[in-house]
């Protein structure tokens, strides 16, 4: 029904096919031909942009409070990846890691809004808010921005005692590989599924994703409970690889190529990919696969550097972040919880400790 009351036309399946997908812009629009490409190939989860029409050609923020107006739709959860059981060797070190716990004593003070947030009482940025206004208190007095407590300290918000949650062991950490139409994000004006809508819940914690893919990019997304290995793979200072699988409408040039590694100015600034190598697609065929490696986290960055060619990305798969690859089974809207003892091998590579904290000189004794 349209606002003056008068019935809308009922939309079919051909009309959103022939409908434009963003109305009033041109053809060279962002994906639109990649858009087109999915459509007529049958990729039921290829999603339009936040900020584009939904497929029935209404506005996104419309579309999206349609649908969180409408009924709770149950989302299904992600599955499982079943894997053999890991050697005896293996099982025994994950089970006594399992069992290991920091001493509280040498646990190192943080800023009183982390612990906060990380407890679960609201964001950091929220945590602040109530910082400033006073509802904070540690060991009875008012907090002030730039307090620091520790396991020992006692803490009050709004007049009611916190239990502060500590880190006084190994973390989660998931591989998930997503799906297309699915968005890293706990709260969408979309009203789409989101990632967290499809992992398995976590027991006095909460998953954070280290970094992000678009929604509609799939493959490999690394999801932990430590907000301090997140910070560290994410961080540019260590420059953690990024490497996608790429399929494109069309086909570079050796010199393009080239180009891409050397540097090309985008609008926010230059970028270049570590390397690129083809990889694969029909002689004649309008698509091509290629390989690309790349150290920066940039809003669609990989897809935006081969539009700057005129080249439509129709597909854009993660298949690697840092030394953690896609295994090849794990499919589609599908999990594998990393064990302990490969937490702990991706902790050392990270540089932290079991609990997060950066490693000083002799090591981390309690993750070993």
Do not use: C
Request: charged share 30%.
């Amino acid at each position: 029904m349209s606002q003056d009351g008068r019935r809308s036309a009922p939309v079919n399946a051909q009309t959103r096919r022939d409908a434009p997908l963003n109305p009033g812009r041109s053809a060279p629009a962002r994906g639109e031909a990649a858009f087109k490409h999915e459509r007529q190939f049958g990729n039921k989860n290829f999603a339009v942009p936040g900020d584009a029409p939904s497929p029935d050609g209404r506005p996104a923020a419309e579309f999206g409070r349609a649908r969180r107006e409408a009924p709770p739709v149950k989302i299904p959860r992600a599955k499982k990846l079943a894997l053999r059981a890991p050697k005896q060797e293996i099982a025994e070190r994950s089970a006594r890691l399992r069992e290991t716990r920091v001493d509280y004593s040498n646990i190192e003070p943080v800023r009183l809004q982390k612990a906060l947030a990380a407890s679960g009482v609201g964001s950091r940025r929220e945590m602040e808010e109530w910082i400033e206004a006073g509802f904070i208190t540690v060991n009875g007095k008012k907090a002030a921005l730039g307090d620091r407590v520790g396991p020992q300290d006692r803490v009050t918000a709004k007049g009611n005692t916190i239990k502060l949650k500590w880190a006084d062991r190994l973390p989660r950490v998931i591989m998930y590989h997503k799906q297309e139409g699915e968005i890293v994000s706990r709260d969408d004006p979309g009203g789409r599924v989101t990632v967290f809508d499809r992992l398995p819940q976590a027991k006095s914690s909460r998953w954070v994703a280290i970094g992000r893919l678009d929604v509609n990019t799939s493959g490999l997304l690394l999801v932990t409970t430590s907000g301090e290995l997140a910070n560290r793979m994410m961080h540019p200072s260590f420059e953690f690889d990024r490497e996608y699988a790429v399929r494109v409408l069309g086909q570079l040039t050796r010199e393009q190529m080239q180009e891409m590694t050397k540097g090309i100015e985008l609008e926010d600034g230059t970028a270049h990919f570590q390397r690129i190598s083809e990889s694969g697609g029909a002689e004649e065929g309008a698509n091509r696969w290629y390989k690309v490696v790349i150290r920066e986290g940039r809003n669609r960055e990989v897809r935006r550097m081969f539009e700057h060619f005129g080249i439509n990305v129709s597909r854009l798969i993660r298949i690697r972040f840092g030394n953690i690859g896609l295994p090849p089974r794990l499919k589609r809207g599908q999990y594998y919880e990393l064990n302990e003892a490969e937490v702990a091998a991706v902790m050392k590579w990270a540089n932290l400790t079991s609990t997060g904290q950066i490693k000083v000189r002799g090591g981390d004794r309690d993750s070993k």
